[in-house]
Protein backbone atom coordinates (compact mmCIF):
# COMPACT_ATOMS: atom_id res chain seq x y z
CA UNK A 1 0.00 0.00 0.00
CA UNK A 2 1.36 3.16 -1.20
CA UNK A 3 0.46 6.45 1.15
CA UNK A 4 0.62 9.91 -0.20
CA UNK A 5 0.80 13.25 1.96
CA UNK A 6 1.23 16.57 0.08
CA UNK A 7 2.15 19.29 1.94
CA UNK A 8 3.01 23.29 0.85
CA UNK A 9 -0.35 24.95 -0.02
CA UNK A 10 -1.83 28.37 0.66
CA UNK A 11 -3.21 31.34 -0.40
CA UNK A 12 -1.02 33.70 -2.66
CA UNK A 13 -1.64 36.61 -4.84
CA UNK A 14 -1.50 36.82 -8.53
CA UNK A 15 1.53 35.95 -10.15
CA UNK A 16 3.04 34.47 -6.44
CA UNK A 17 4.41 31.37 -6.06
CA UNK A 18 4.34 28.42 -4.42
CA UNK A 19 5.83 24.98 -4.17
CA UNK A 20 3.66 21.57 -3.67
CA UNK A 21 5.62 19.18 -2.41
CA UNK A 22 4.47 15.20 -1.90
CA UNK A 23 6.06 12.41 0.39
CA UNK A 24 5.04 8.72 -0.43
CA UNK A 25 5.51 5.80 1.70
CA UNK A 26 5.17 2.24 1.00
CA UNK A 27 5.58 0.63 -2.61
CA UNK A 28 8.66 1.02 -4.79
CA UNK A 29 9.04 4.93 -5.38
CA UNK A 30 11.74 4.91 -8.01
CA UNK A 31 9.58 2.73 -10.54
CA UNK A 32 5.88 4.69 -10.38
CA UNK A 33 5.03 7.55 -12.47
CA UNK A 34 3.93 10.02 -10.00
CA UNK A 35 1.60 12.78 -11.18
CA UNK A 36 -0.14 16.05 -9.68
CA UNK A 37 -3.84 16.91 -10.66
CA UNK A 38 -6.59 19.21 -9.45
CA UNK A 39 -9.99 19.91 -8.71
CA UNK A 40 -11.93 23.01 -8.70
CA UNK A 41 -14.86 23.47 -7.17
CA UNK A 42 -17.76 22.31 -9.72
CA UNK A 43 -15.17 21.10 -11.93
CA UNK A 44 -13.53 17.51 -12.35
CA UNK A 45 -10.65 16.14 -11.57
CA UNK A 46 -7.55 17.41 -14.63
CA UNK A 47 -4.00 16.15 -15.20
CA UNK A 48 -1.51 18.85 -14.09
CA UNK A 49 1.68 17.34 -14.49
CA UNK A 50 3.50 14.04 -13.99
CA UNK A 51 6.93 12.95 -14.33
CA UNK A 52 8.54 9.56 -14.87
CA UNK A 53 10.11 7.21 -12.12
CA UNK A 54 13.86 8.28 -13.54
CA UNK A 55 12.67 12.05 -13.88
CA UNK A 56 13.74 12.21 -17.67
CA UNK A 57 10.59 12.53 -18.76
CA UNK A 58 7.78 15.01 -18.12
CA UNK A 59 4.31 16.56 -19.38
CA UNK A 60 2.64 19.85 -18.43
CA UNK A 61 -0.95 20.54 -19.38
CA UNK A 62 -0.66 23.54 -21.24
CA UNK A 63 -1.70 26.32 -19.25
CA UNK A 64 1.32 24.85 -16.91
CA UNK A 65 3.93 25.12 -19.45
CA UNK A 66 6.68 27.78 -18.95
CA UNK A 67 5.30 27.74 -14.97
CA UNK A 68 5.47 24.50 -13.74
CA UNK A 69 7.86 22.73 -12.73
CA UNK A 70 7.76 19.09 -11.85
CA UNK A 71 10.76 17.31 -10.32
CA UNK A 72 11.51 14.05 -7.89
CA UNK A 73 13.95 12.67 -5.25
CA UNK A 74 13.80 8.84 -4.85
CA UNK A 75 16.13 8.67 -2.00
CA UNK A 76 13.43 10.85 -0.38
CA UNK A 77 10.62 9.45 -1.83
CA UNK A 78 9.45 12.68 -2.87
CA UNK A 79 8.31 14.72 -5.18
CA UNK A 80 7.25 18.34 -6.09
CA UNK A 81 6.04 20.93 -8.29
CA UNK A 82 6.82 24.16 -8.05
CA UNK A 83 4.50 26.85 -9.03
CA UNK A 84 5.60 30.46 -10.78
CA UNK A 85 3.33 33.29 -11.78
CA UNK A 86 -0.14 31.76 -10.03
CA UNK A 87 -3.04 32.77 -11.43
CA UNK A 88 -6.48 32.49 -10.29
CA UNK A 89 -7.36 30.04 -12.25
CA UNK A 90 -4.63 27.68 -10.63
CA UNK A 91 -7.35 27.28 -7.46
CA UNK A 92 -8.18 24.31 -6.91
CA UNK A 93 -7.41 21.53 -4.81
CA UNK A 94 -3.87 19.46 -6.06
CA UNK A 95 -3.64 15.92 -5.58
CA UNK A 96 -0.15 14.15 -5.67
CA UNK A 97 -1.07 10.59 -7.22
CA UNK A 98 1.09 7.35 -7.53
CA UNK A 99 0.85 5.12 -11.01
CA UNK A 100 2.01 1.91 -9.30
CA UNK A 101 2.09 0.00 -12.62
CA UNK A 102 6.15 -0.40 -12.66
CA UNK A 103 7.65 2.09 -15.40
CA UNK A 104 4.86 3.17 -16.92
CA UNK A 105 4.12 6.77 -18.03
CA UNK A 106 0.66 8.58 -18.40
CA UNK A 107 -1.40 11.54 -17.69
CA UNK A 108 -4.50 10.35 -17.21
CA UNK A 109 -6.11 10.03 -13.92
CA UNK A 110 -7.51 6.52 -14.60
CA UNK A 111 -4.08 5.37 -14.72
CA UNK A 112 -2.99 6.55 -10.69
CA UNK A 113 -3.05 3.87 -8.30
CA UNK A 114 -2.85 6.07 -5.33
CA UNK A 115 -4.11 9.46 -3.93
CA UNK A 116 -3.05 11.79 -1.54
CA UNK A 117 -5.95 13.91 0.64
CA UNK A 118 -5.21 16.99 -1.51
CA UNK A 119 -3.86 20.57 -0.57
CA UNK A 120 -5.65 23.77 -1.01
CA UNK A 121 -4.21 26.32 -3.53
CA UNK A 122 -5.60 29.79 -3.63
CA UNK A 123 -4.57 32.57 -5.95
CA UNK A 124 -6.05 35.97 -5.27
CA UNK A 125 -6.48 38.19 -7.75
Known amino acids: QVQLVESGGGLVQAGGSLTLACAAS????????MGWFRQAPGKEREFVSA????????SYVDSGKGRFTISRDNAKNMVYLQMNSLKPEDTAVYYC??????????????????WGQGTQVTVSS
Open 97 to 114: AANAKAYRFGVDLREYDY
Open 26 to 33: GGTFSSYT
Open 51 to 58: ISWSGRTT
